[in-house]
């Protein structure tokens, strides 16, 4: 207490060099630490003297940031890739997902992705892997997609081996024991109650439209658990993310865009999409109008999802419809620009993170060998033009359509009036005529 009592008299007298400084007359003294203050005469676009020049890391060519794939003599790839930080993330990524599974007993890489990082031949429960994960600052992870099955681990550099060692153990020797499945059963479950619950019927739909897309069928319709709202997807085929006119229908996809009538965010978000002025602008009723596009290895699928009151399900469909056919029309250069800029924006900031780009890689290596670099993929994007955009939209609208739907279906127009719609040059549904409602 005496001591904290003399420093406070200290200060009042203004003993001290701090002190002494505050109470002399004249120019005020700058404090060190302030933001400028202690150089109020350096611009800020000139360096502050006396501080040494900083050093920055510097990159000869693309080759620091090429990807490597290594073939090794049982056939496994293996793709690397320098990143800087002391961290890694590491992985193995099979070509197989939810798109190989027999009819009968579905959903089992669903299972698989519940049961990853259980008890193996060398760690006798979960527990013993996230400790030894632990050990090196390490997480794990495991996602399967329709088309691919994933486990990731990050970890210290220093940690390579054992991390390395522990995926082998976990992809190759897991033990899937009784309580291990029944654990994963309950998750599975739960998490379809909650999909059911789920006020946004897109996961349902999606899944839906890849069903009929599957046992090549047409209309998919179903109830729903939300039945002030009717929902469809209309979905066209596209093509392989192997093909070139790949980019051209991410663009495509882009230029669409949409959203919900509630939506929040500027123009970085879409809202001078297609789909955003001409129909949620245009149209107060509906709720929603989203583009979608899904791609895989042998081919695409195109989709539109959008929501309105049961009553006026005919004329939402109506100007769906009407959206896919203005597809193939006149693409607008200003449109086309915005679209192409905004899906480089998205792909080079979402491959600031290193766990996206060790997706990126490990996606790319698995279907084509090799991997086209960011800059590579952004000077695709910019070679886009009106006309290749124009040419896909064409292509696509020749194919037979797949329908799904959800909620109260009374006025949904027929599989047949659809497809005529897409045929016709306007859009419009064929008309129909009704004595009693």
């Not at 203050?37 to 693309?62: E, I, N, R």
């Not at 129909?279 to 999802?305: F, K, P, Q």
Request: proline letters at 5%.
């Amino acid at each position: 207490m005496a001591a904290m009592v003399l420093a406070a008299t200290r200060l009042l007298r203004g003993s001290g060099s701090w002190g002494r400084s505050r109470l002399r007359f004249g120019a005020p003294a700058y404090r060190q630490f302030s933001s400028g203050g202690a150089y109020p005469s350096v611009p800020l676009s000139s360096p502050l003297p006396g501080v040494p020049k900083p050093v920055f890391a510097t990159v000869d060519g693309q080759e620091k940031f090429e990807t490597k794939v290594t073939t090794l003599e049982n056939g496994l790839r293996v793709a690397s890739q320098n990143k800087f930080g002391q961290f890694c993330t590491v992985g193995i990524l099979i070509n197989s997902g939810s798109r190989y599974e027999a009819k009968y007993l579905s959903g089992i890489a669903h299972f698989l992705e519940k049961l990853a990082f259980s008890s193996t031949d060398r760690f006798g429960s979960k527990d013993e892997i996230l400790l030894t994960l632990e050990k090196h600052g390490g997480i794990c992870d495991c996602q399967t997609s329709r088309d691919t099955t994933m486990y990731a681990v990050s970890a210290d550099s220093k940690g390579l081996d054992t991390v390395v060692g522990l995926l082998a153990d976990v992809v190759l020797h897991p033990r899937l024991t009784d309580e291990e499945i029944e654990l994963a059963r309950m998750a599975v479950r739960f998490e379809l109650e909650d999909l059911s619950m789920r006020p946004d019927p897109e996961p349902l739909l999606t899944e839906m439209i890849h069903e009929l897309e599957r046992d090549m069928s047409s209309v998919s319709l179903g109830p729903t658990p939300f039945p002030e709202l009717t929902h469809i997807m209309i979905g066209l085929e596209s093509c392989s993310f192997l093909e070139g006119d790949f980019l051209p229908f991410a663009v495509l996809n882009m230029m669409m865009g949409g959203g919900g009538s509630f939506s929040a965010g500027g123009p970085g978000k879409g809202m001078f999409t297609r789909l955003y002025l001409n129909v949620l602008n245009r149209h107060h009723w509906m709720y929603n109008a989203t583009s979608y596009h899904h791609s895989y290895e042998d081919t695409g699928l195109l989709c539109i999802h959008a929501s309105a009151d049961p009553r006026q399900v005919r004329e939402m469909v109506e100007i769906i419809t009407r959206e896919f056919v203005l597809m193939a029309g006149t693409v607008d250069v200003v449109e086309l620009e915005r679209a192409k800029t905004q899906l480089t924006s998205m792909l080079m900031m979402n491959l600031e993170a290193r766990p996206v780009i060790f997706e990126d890689v490990g996606r790319q290596v698995l279907a084509t060998r090799s991997r086209k670099l960011p800059h590579e993929l952004c000077a695709l994007i910019r070679d886009v033009k009106p006309e290749d955009v124009k040419r896909v939209a064409s292509a696509m609208l020749r194919r037979k359509p797949a329908v799904a739907a959800l909620g109260d279906l009374s006025d949904l127009p027929a599989y047949e009036h659809v497809q005529a719609a897409l045929a016709n040059k306007d859009g419009r549904l064929p008309r129909t005529y009704r004595l009693f409602r």
